[in-house]
């Protein structure tokens, strides 16, 4: 298996990209790709001591995208930059999965132009796993699509319960659709249309539908798959995000007031560091990007060594398990007649 | 001054409403009037050893509503409940503000069937206070509207902005509209619309619109009004407080773990609770409905003495405040032109 790598994205790269590389290399014996400037990345293979590691390879790309850049960008003006030569490189076969921590934009616009969606699959959609009290919540989409209709919610559903089945390692998954109550009314006329859809694909045993599901039942493990159009999505997430850093930078403050709080951090200043980690959405590995029709994931743009590690643990995962094949011979299950293309 | 409480609604009533009234009268020097079954009520007052106070009246209601009560019962068939004879109290100038820790559904039903709206506001909204390292943030709306135009959101922005200047004091509220990025294209169709809508507003002076907000930004203090639609804004409100649960149960878990744990635990076990009121978003007051003709006020299902107290303080700034006038006389400026009716 070859996993490619775009080497340049990321707030830590190239350093901490190839570094994760060259770990995940050792440790899994898998081959990798990295893409970018190649003196730059050479010198950092030098850096690890892994400049004659004949499982790593560089391919050359001049250019980068960056966080401010277009996400169209990606195929238009910056067609030569890390992320488009490593998605291009995952088109044509030279690799199994491409991972970047670069603009998710660009990365989502570059993976369903370059190597396009799987056929059927109307949206390709972003799935972060999330803290949630136990093994984690597939959260699907969390922002790649602001605006939704229901058959690209049912997509979400089946992709979504797919990829925590047979890459997470969840027996049956449960599926729940966000909304603001647990009654089957709930919500605006989206909601219940997809409600309608959800229960049907749960009564045909297809997928293992809960129901609705509120924020706080997630956050009590309360699904496996979670699923919402990319804005509320995207509001739980960020919101998660938010909350978490408040209420940690609040406890932090309770241990910079007084003697007292200062003697209590020092006695559990490990338990704290290791809550923070537990906490952290990026802590849940890489956010799959569900629709395309190879894998490719999204890691953290804050990502380091370790988190790349996991990345490419996660993308190993996301090859062998054939979720693509999966949602190939369910497409027909995934449609809504008579609805509107977007 | 006369503000009506439902003495009945609430997980704690009728015992911690009284006590709140109770304390609220003595410490405020208002007149109150408790609406439950008389003799209950009469109980509770002797319990709180004020039988006697002549500020304190009790108006009979045989029926209480439930949490599991349909909403518009309280105009059907529950009609003699406690929240319906105070909402109609409230109607018939009997006082002056109304609050309830009951049922929010029943609440927003009555208060808008029963109280009306104040005439060319299409909608009431739901506006609590939450924590955001600040002075904190008011949310409009939270859940009344799952599904929103635009020009209901250009209505709470108004009401928003007015409320938190004249009631919680914020000199020149920072309105946000709540979006998955900040850039001025970002989210659907609707937010574009309505972001155009509130430049327009900030650029006439009426309001100070910053532009769209995300979760992350409004936890770090970054507006004083938040306006979103009630569909997002209750994933948003569940989130931030399923998240701040989430994360105070983990870091309990340190405290439980091992003996330095414990200690820790037991060195800052004020500052813990402390810290945990401080993140409570009950403990921002009660939730207003704004766009009612007469104060109404949300009180926390779970409010105790204290908290129904705060909700009274809040009730006598919204009385004195006058934010109905100010939103009257701003009418004409929160029209959507050739909108439908919703």
């Known amino acids: 298996m070859k996993i490619i790598i775009d080497a340049m994205g990321g707030d830590n790269a190239p350093q901490e990209i190839v570094r994760g590389a060259v770990d995940a290399q050792s440790e899994f014996g898998v081959d990798i790709i990295l893409v970018g400037r190649e003196d730059e990345v050479k010198k950092c293979l030098a850096d690890c001591g892994a400049e004659d590691n004949l499982h790593i390879t560089v391919a050359d790309a001049p250019d980068v995208i960056e966080m401010c850049d277009d996400p169209t960008s990606v195929?238009?003006?910056?067609?030569?930059?890390?992320?488009?030569?490593?998605?291009?490189?995952?088109?044509d076969g030279a690799g199994d999965a491409c991972i970047s921590a670069g603009n998710t934009g660009a990365l989502l616009s570059g993976a369903t132009l370059i190597v396009k969606r799987i056929r059927g699959i109307r949206r390709a959609a972003l799935a972060p796993a999330l803290p949630n009290g136990g093994s984690g919540a597939l959260l699907i989409d969390c922002g790649a699509n602001a605006e939704c209709t229901a058959e690209l919610l049912l997509q979400f559903a089946y992709m979504g319960s797919f990829y925590s089945q047979s890459v997470l390692g969840c027996e049956s998954p449960r599926v729940g659709l966000l909304n603001i109550g647990a009654e089957n009314n709930k919500g605006t006329a989206l909601s219940r249309e997809v409600?309608?859809?959800?229960?049907?694909?749960?009564?045909?045993?297809?997928i293992n539908f809960i129901g609705n599901i509120e924020p706080t039942a997630i956050m009590e493990n309360g699904a496996?798959?979670?699923?919402?159009?990319?804005f509320s999505g995207n509001i739980?997430?960020?919101?998660?995000?938010?909350?978490?850093?408040?209420?940690?930078?609040?406890?932090?403050?309770?241990?910079?007031?007084?003697?007292?709080?200062?003697?209590?951090?020092?006695?559990?200043?490990?338990?704290?560091?290791?809550l923070k980690t537990q906490l952290s959405v990026s802590e849940y590995g890489g956010t799959a990007l569900l629709g395309i029709s190879k894998p490719v994931i999204k890691?953290?743009?804050?990502?380091?060594?370790?988190?790349?590690?996991?990345?490419?643990?996660?993308?190993?995962?996301?090859?062998?398990?054939?979720?693509?094949?999966?949602?190939?011979?369910?497409?027909?299950?995934?449609?809504v007649k008579d609805e509107k293309n977007v």
């Not at 609040?250 to 200062?262: A, D, L, R």
């Not at 953290?300 to 190993?316: F, V």
């Open 75 to 91: 195929v238009t003006t910056k067609k030569h930059c890390s992320m488009a030569v490593a998605l291009r490189l995952l088109r």
């Open 195 to 206: 409600h309608a859809l959800l229960t049907e694909a749960g009564a045909s045993g297809r």
């Open 224 to 230: 496996d798959v979670v699923v919402a159009d990319g």
């Open 236 to 274: 739980f997430l960020k919101t998660l995000e938010g909350a978490a850093a408040f209420v940690m930078r609040s406890v932090k403050g309770v241990f910079y007031s007084g003697v007292k709080g200062k003697l209590a951090g020092a006695l559990i200043a490990s338990e704290l560091k290791g």
């Open 299 to 335: 890691a953290h743009g804050g990502s380091n060594a370790r988190a790349i590690r996991s990345a490419i643990k996660q993308a190993i995962a996301f090859v062998q398990a054939g979720v693509t094949d999966e949602i190939t011979r369910n497409i027909e299950f995934m449609k």
